[in-house]
Each structure stands twice: as structure tokens, then as C-alpha cells.
């Protein structure tokens, strides 16, 4: 077979902004043997749009490219134009972007711009509401990436917000300490906050249903549901070698507060082993070389880069209940696997338990954040041993959950906590019943 050149309209595009676009096009048909060939089609002097349009077909057609709809896209959508601006927040390489670019992709009204790119970011730095005027012309809408890393940049959406109103304003960031802290006060009563996730197994039953999906919760479990890794068959420990290498880490160095990196990676590693296990900062400053005041600051910084998250002790009525206690779960069991190398099937882990509590816990964060469903949440435990996984309060009611993967017995509400809690609804998760905890 014989490939024809590529239309001479090719030659004429020689920015590599346009090589992703393209690429995503042509990955349906076209076949990784032809890719070189491909290339030379297009001219040296474009070298950096070639290479950069090759190595997009490749990725796309190994990885086999699926579009996964998400839940906060209906959400964003009915916001738009409503006054107020839109952030979103979330760890990198969740599809931060690609959502973004769901939602607008068929208009011709939108501004891109990335705080990423220096040039983009010393521009914005220096805006004032007529240039922002001019800057942005005849845009409806106006989206900014990576928007932490554009100084004051609190400020100079307020200058949109206020000064520009018909314009609806879109920020995404990946890392909350930095974001946050820069909007909070700017933006009071003039945003709406939306938190991303990881790929949820609520959005993955909606794409291919909820028969496939639940074949897979082992596998979930081992590599999670991060975009890049769902998509990728056969490769999510390169992937998630990559992510954990590349990316996870990367805001949190990038303030300069941290001193010794290999101190955090230690740490990291140290919550990992005691996931669904009370933690206690003085047990692992010792073990990882550095102060508790140091242990909390840095699981404060992983907390707010989306890595990792805290669970409180419930305490009400009983004087042997434990007051000040915490758990630390991971938003992603795969990159809990990750950072210390373990990735071998759930049926040959001596750790099946942690990883299915860590799997429900963070999975039920995803469902009531995306459903709005607003609760506090805990796990109870007496100085006796005796505890629960994990329990919700809200509308003045206990709901409270026991996590079982492989229930040899059916669970029983301790006895001290029913007798101190006696209207509290208690259910055993199986994965069973894993739907009407993650889906109802």
C-alpha cells in the first residue's frame, strides 16, 4: 500500500500549537507503520511542529485514545455566564484541560491563555482593565490555565469580574496553596470553586457500563483512575512511574519551602504503608528523619497539592473514644502504589483491606463532592480497639460504614457505639453492594 503526501496545506502550518489537534484527528486511521513516512512528508524546516505531531500519533494510537465524559462538565456548563468566574482546581494530569477544551471546543469566542507560558504570565502580571479590554476584544469567554502561576492573579481577575462582566472568566490550577491563597480574598463572592478528581467509578460506569466496570475494581484498586492510565492497557506502570516522577511532586517543590525532597518522598512513602491505620506525626518523624511540626507542614502541602487527604476521629459521648486521632488516605490507589513499587494483583497483597478502604473512602469523597453533597465525615475508634472505617454526618444523622472486600462473617455494629449512638444507620460495603455507596 501507498501513501499519498499529505495535503500542501501542511506546509503552510508551522506552529506546533496545532500538532496535539492533529494528531488527535488522524489517530482513528492511521497505523503506527505509516507514522514515519508521515513525517517526512512534512517539511525539515518545521522540524519542532514534526516531531511534535509524530510523537502525538504514536501516543495516541498506543494508548488508544478514549474520550471519557465527566461529571463536572453538566456542572460547569450551567454556570457559565451567570456573573461569577469559574475555578478549577485539581492535581495535574487529571484532564483539567481536556475538560475545558470539551466544554469550548466548538466555539470561535474563546481567549486561551496558560499561566505556564512566562510571556503569558508576565503579560498578565502587568494588566490593567482597559488593556484587559483591548487584550481581550470580541472574546465571550476567557480561560487561563495553570492560573497559580501568574503573579497577583486574584487581582487581575477581579479587573475582568468587575470591569468586563460580559465576559465569563475560567481558571484552572493544580495546586490550592498557591491558587487559593491568591483568589480568596479578590474574588470573595465573585467565584464558584470546583474541586477535580481523578477519574471517578461513577463516570466509568456511565461510559461503558456498569457490568465492565465492576470486572475491574481489582484492577482499580491496584492502578487507579488516573486519565492517563485508564487509557492506557498495558502500560499503567510506566504511566504511573511517569506521574509520580514527573508531576506529583512538582508544585510542591516549586515553592521553595522544602529543603530535603527525599525527606518528603519518605514520608510519602511512610503514609502509604499505614493507609487505613491511625497515623501519628511523632511515630513518623522518627522514621523519616525529620520533626512532627515538619511531618504536619508537609502533609499540609501534600493535602493541598491533591495527593493525600485527612480523616478525623468522631467523638461525642464516650469517655474511652479516641479525641485527636487521623487517618490519611490517597485521592488514588495507584499513585499510593506507585510511591512504593507495588503493583502485583490484589488476590497476592497482604494489604487487600488497606487498599479497599482507600479505594471507598476516596471514591465516596469523588461522589459527594460531584453530587454536592455536603457531610461530615470520620472514622470512630475506642483506646479498646473497637472502631468503624468510616462515618458521615449531615441533616442531624450518623450513617456509619464497615469496609469488608472479602466478608468471611456479616459485620456488626459495635456494641459501645450502638449503645451511644443508637440511631445511627450502620452498613457493611462489600463489593457486592459497592453500587448504592458510590452511586445512589
Not at 11 to 38: E, Q, R, S, W
Not at 48 to 61: E, G, Y
Amino acid at each position: 500500500m501507498r501513501i499519498s503526501p499529505l495535503p500542501p496545506l501542511i506546509n503552510f502550518i508551522p506552529y506546533a500549537f496545532y500538532a496535539d489537534t492533529i494528531a488527535k484527528m488522524v489517530c482513528g486511521f492511521l497505523v503506527k507503520h505509516y507514522l514515519t513516512k508521515i513525517k517526512e512528508c512534512i517539511p525539515k524546516k518545521f522540524i519542532f511542529f514534526r516531531n511534535t505531531f509524530l510523537k502525538s500519533c504514536i501516543f495516541a494510537s498506543v494508548k488508544s485514545f478514549v474520550m471519557i465524559d465527566r461529571i463536572l462538565y453538566d456542572t460547569i456548563e450551567q454556570q457559565l455566564f451567570r456573573g461569577k468566574a469559574i475555578i478549577l482546581l485539581g492535581c495535574r494530569q487529571i484532564g483539567k484541560t481536556t475538560l475545558l477544551k470539551q466544554l469550548f471546543s466548538k466555539r470561535d469566542d474563546v481567549l486561551w491563555l496558560s499561566g505556564d507560558d512566562v510571556d503569558t504570565a508576565d503579560l498578565l502580571s502587568e494588566m490593567t482593565a482597559v488593556r484587559f479590554r483591548e487584550f481581550i476584544g470580541n472574546k465571550k469567554i476567557l480561560v487561563i490555565d495553570e492560573a497559580q502561576r501568574i503573579p497577583d492573579i486574584g487581582l487581575r481577575m477581579k479587573l475582568v469580574t468587575d470591569y468586563i462582566p460580559e465576559v465569563q472568566l475560567v481558571a484552572s490550577g493544580s495546586s490550592s496553596f498557591e491558587l487559593a491563597n491568591r483568589l480568596n480574598e479578590p474574588l470573595t463572592g465573585r467565584k464558584r470553586e470546583y474541586l477535580m478528581y481523578p477519574l471517578s467509578y461513577a463516570e466509568m460506569v456511565k461510559h461503558h457500563g456498569l457490568i465492565d466496570e465492576r470486572r475491574l475494581i481489582r484492577h482499580r484498586m491496584v492502578f487507579g483512575y488516573y486519565p492517563d492510565v485508564v487509557n492506557s492497557k498495558g502500560e499503567e506502570k510506566d504511566v504511573l512511574r511517569d506521574l509520580t516522577n514527573s508531576y506529583l511532586y512538582k508544585d510542591i517543590f516549586a515553592l521553595g519551602i522544602i529543603k530535603k525532597n527525599d525527606k518528603l518522598v519518605k514520608l510519602l512513602q511512610a503514609l502509604a504503608y499505614q493507609v487505613g491505620s491511625q497515623v501519628s506525626y511523632s511515630e513518623l518523624a522518627s522514621l523519616v528523619g525529620i520533626d512532627s511540626k515538619t511531618v504536619e507542614t508537609y502533609i499540609d502541602l501534600m493535602e493541598k497539592a491533591y495527593i493525600v487527604f485527612r480523616l478525623y476521629s468522631f467523638s461525642r459521648n464516650m469517655r474511652n473514644e479516641l479525641k485527636h486521632s487521623r487517618k490519611i488516605y490517597f485521592y488514588d490507589n495507584g499513585v499510593r502504589n506507585a510511591v512504593i513499587g507495588m503493583y502485583s494483583p490484589v488476590e497476592n497483597r497482604n494489604d487487600i483491606g488497606a487498599l479497599w478502604e482507600n479505594f471507598l473512602v476516596s471514591e465516596r469523597v469523588k461522589r459527594n463532592q460531584y453530587n454536592r453533597h455536603w457531610c461530615n465525615s470520620y472514622f470512630w475508634r475506642t483506646k479498646e480497639q473497637k472502631e468503624i472505617d468510616y462515618i458521615e454526618e449531615y441533616d442531624g444523622k450518623l450513617f456509619a460504614y464497615e469496609f469488608k472486600f472479602n466478608p468471611r462473617k456479616e459485620a456488626k455494629i459495635p456494641i459501645g457505639f450502638a449503645k451511644a449512638y443508637p440511631e445511627a444507620v450502620f452498613k457493611e460495603i462489600t463489593p457486592a453492594n459497592i453500587d448504592e455507596f458510590l452511586l445512589s
